[in-house]
């Protein structure tokens, strides 16, 4: 069985103080620092991951989160900063490869390229067995395991041995330092069944093309 790693803000609030604020190389002056691997919560309801966070051809500090973490208009608060407030709105959701461009108040992040273990300096992939690929995700932290690629995929999507659970939605795929996709989901059982993940160069190839917020992304 897939299932999405979306989380119920209520229900995780506890966990969520088990968690420290996360780390990374700021790149602002104010506010939550926020880059691919922090936790987010999407309209008071939802808990996620974002996947980077970075500029779009605008000008705009864009980020990317999973589809299914919330819809057009949803809210972004920072998890492990939550007294800060709304940092950032949804702008658009792609149900068909499950992902979510986030327009951020650049007055209110500070981006960061490193949070945790993984840091991402650049965007390619899709990732080939059989690279060792890490994901960073708000519950179950840095993870890494084989990737299936070629052997198994699913749509826009690539299978990977990382441990995911509930909460890791949007969590960035890395090889190295390259972001190469987004927790999308699990087969079976959490940990054990293979990670899902939706390609970053689907996602990049489909918001150049629509041309609106996101187009042109490049990490920070």
């Known amino acids: 069985m897939f299932r999405k790693l979306v989380g119920a803000a209520a229900a995780l609030a506890a966990v969520a103080t088990l968690f420290g604020a996360q780390s990374g190389a700021a790149h602002a002056e104010t506010g939550p620092v926020l880059g691919g691997g922090s936790g987010i919560v999407v309209g008071n309801q939802n808990i996620c991951t974002l996947t980077t966070i970075g500029r ?3 000008g705009r500090l864009v980020g990317f989160t999973a589809g299914h973490c919330g819809e057009p208009g949803a809210t972004v608060v920072a998890d492990a900063n939550r007294d800060g407030g709304v940092v950032g ?3 658009y959701t792609n149900s068909s ?3 979510a461009v986030i327009v951020f108040d650049q007055g209110k992040v500070a981006p960061a390229n490193t949070v945790g273990g993984t840091t991402i300096t650049g965007v ?3 990732p080939r067995f059989p690279d060792i690929a890490c994901k960073e995700g708000r519950t179950t932290g840095r993870t890494c395991g084989l990737t299936y690629g070629d052997a198994f995929t699913y749509g826009n999507a690539t299978w990977t041995q990382t441990c995911v ?3 890791d939605s949007g ?3 890395v090889v190295g330092t390259t972001l190469v996709g987004m927790v999308n989901g699990y087969l079976g059982v959490p940990c054990l069944g293979p990670e899902i993940g939706v ?3 689907d996602i990049l190839d489909d918001v150049n093309a629509r041309g ?3 187009a042109g992304f490049r990490p920070i």
């Open 56 to 58: 779009d051809s605008g």
């Open 89 to 91: 709105t949804f702008a």
């Open 97 to 99: 490869l499950d992902y």
């Open 124 to 126: 390619g992939g899709p």
């Open 165 to 167: 659970a509930e909460g």
């Open 171 to 173: 969590g960035p795929v």
């Open 199 to 201: 390609n970053i160069k």
């Open 212 to 214: 609106d917020a996101g």
